[in-house]
């Protein structure tokens, strides 16, 4: 078994090493994060512009990045645009894939899921808020929200009396048999909330849920969530540029050289 503490103490050199000689990344997460809902270690993402081919187009954005998250914590991803917040968010969501490192999910190694068991994690383990949100633009907010949970093969009474619960609870009673063209873009932003949550996932990952809302709407949404929070100790991790909604989370990360690390107090949001 590989002694994971060595590894702080010793060079990169011996660290590899030691690294090609474990078991399995598992039994480091394992050793060093106890029980941890998300467990991330040595993930890397880079883009290669498809203009050039060359290494001189391509783009490290996330660089051998570790991640710890326990179930029912909060935390927000903040700073400058382009970083690698969405791209780091997206992987977490399963909804691309690093080009190396491991990312373990209940201790379970999600890049190894097959295809069925993928949707299954997109579909009931995570929830996910996008940037831009992504509505089926011929159907109703009602009808949105109800889709996920048709999918779940539950009857249509009940996913409606669901749907509808959740859009209440977002502010839309109003607004439920509109179509999301007819929307306002805060409006979709909740409806899009709505459908994230609508599940109850183990957790909610959110790309700027605020983002299209004024003021008034987002404290809305920020209480929505941090009711969420404690009523279901749902895990949140939040992409955000507002500095309230990075507040509330029990822990701030920003992405520096492609490393995650703790951001400086009011420069990164
Ligand atoms: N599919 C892609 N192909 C090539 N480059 C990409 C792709 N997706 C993202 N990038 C690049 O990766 C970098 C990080 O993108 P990402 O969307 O993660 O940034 P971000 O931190 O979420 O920014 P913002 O705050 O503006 O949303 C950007 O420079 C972006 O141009
Ligand atoms: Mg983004």
Redesign the pocket.
């Known amino acids: 078994m590989v002694d994971t503490d060595k590894c702080f103490m010793t060079t990169e050199t011996d660290c590899a090493e030691l690294k090609s000689t474990a078991p399995s990344l598992k039994t480091l997460c394992d050793h060093n994060s106890g029980d941890n809902l998300i467990c991330i270690r040595d993930l890397s993402k880079s883009?290669?512009?498809n203009a050039n081919q060359s290494d001189k187009g391509r783009?490290d954005?996330l660089k051998a990045v570790d991640f710890d998250l326990a179930a029912g914590e909060t935390v927000a991803i903040v700073?400058?645009?382009?970083?690698?917040?969405?791209?780091?968010?997206?992987i977490m969501g399963a909804l691309d894939r690093p080009d190396s490192g491991t990312f373990l999910f209940r201790g379970q190694d999600v890049f190894s899921f097959d295809n069925s068991q993928l949707a299954s994690f997109r579909n009931t383990s995570v929830g996910f808020v996008f940037?831009f949100h992504y509505l089926l633009a011929e159907f109703s907010a009602l009808e949105n929200v109800m889709l996920p949970i048709l999918i779940q093969g539950v009857d249509k009474a009940l996913a409606s009396e669901t749907a509808e619960e959740i859009l209440v609870r977002v502010g839309l009673k109003e607004r439920l048999a509109f179509r999301v063209t007819k929307l306002s873009g805060g409006e979709q932003q909740r409806v899009a909330l709505a459908r994230a949550l609508v599940l109850k996932p183990d957790m909610l990952l959110a790309?700027?849920p605020t983002g299209n809302l004024d003021r008034q709407n987002s404290e809305q949404v920020h209480q929505l969530l941090m009711e969420l929070n404690r009523e279901l100790g749902m895990t949140m991790v939040v992409?955000t540029?507002n500095a309230t909604l990075a507040s509330y989370m029990s822990r701030q990360v920003t992405?520096i050289n492609g490393k995650l690390t703790k951001p400086i107090r009011g420069v990164l949001c």
Do not use: M
Not at 79 to 90: C, E, N, Q, R, V
């Open positions: 883009y290669t512009n783009f954005i700073g400058a645009s382009g970083i690698g917040k969405s791209t780091l968010l997206h940037q790309d700027e992409v540029h992405i």
